[in-house]
């Protein structure tokens, strides 16, 4: 099966939930952000994935699509070490109302605390991938009529 070539940036721009490994091994879906050529992730330390990354920053990163009626499957992996920076509201707006839209008056409370409550009391920071490799398949396929 061969791979063809898919646009990466528009793909990862799309609200698709990844799944985030570290060491351990230990396995999450995570929402994340594509800007600047990392993945930005909201974590803090009331999730586990705060004090694994923190104790060993190698992570891998897959957002993948398979859609069985069309046959589309599409995955990317990145790979590479995390870091934990400073939470700012604005790209976490934007990573919110990717998933949630933009009337955050339709968001669930929890999400709505990320915007308004100060980050350095909550703990929130952001998880940033700048993968060191990232591999993208097109692995789609034909449906019989």
Same mark, same amino acid.
């Given at each position: ?18 799944? =985030?490994?570290?060491?351990g ?5 995570v ?24 104790? @060993? ?5 897959v ?8 046959g ?10 995390? *870091?934990? =920076? ?16 933009a ?5 669930? *409370?929890?999400?709505?605390?990320y915007?308004? @409550? ?8 952001? =998880? ?18």
């Open positions: 099966m061969t791979s063809a070539a898919f646009d990466v940036d528009t793909f990862l721009h799309r609200p698709l939930t990844a799944r =985030l490994a570290t060491n091994p230990t396995v999450r879906p929402w994340f952000l594509w800007e600047e050529g990392a993945f930005w992730v909201l974590t803090g330390p009331w999730a586990r994935l705060f004090d694994r990354v923190r104790a @060993d920053p190698g992570v891998a990163l957002v993948d699509e398979c859609d069985l009626a069309t589309l499957v599409r995955q990317v992996i990145a790979r590479g070490r995390a *870091e934990l =920076l400073p939470f700012d509201v604005e790209r976490g707006r934007r990573k919110l109302v990717r998933y949630l839209g009337d955050e008056a339709r968001w669930d *409370e929890r999400f709505v605390h915007l308004h @409550d100060d980050p350095a009391q909550r703990g929130t920071v952001w =998880l940033r991938l700048k993968p060191v490799s990232l591999v993208a398949h097109d692995l789609s396929y034909a449906v019989a009529p």
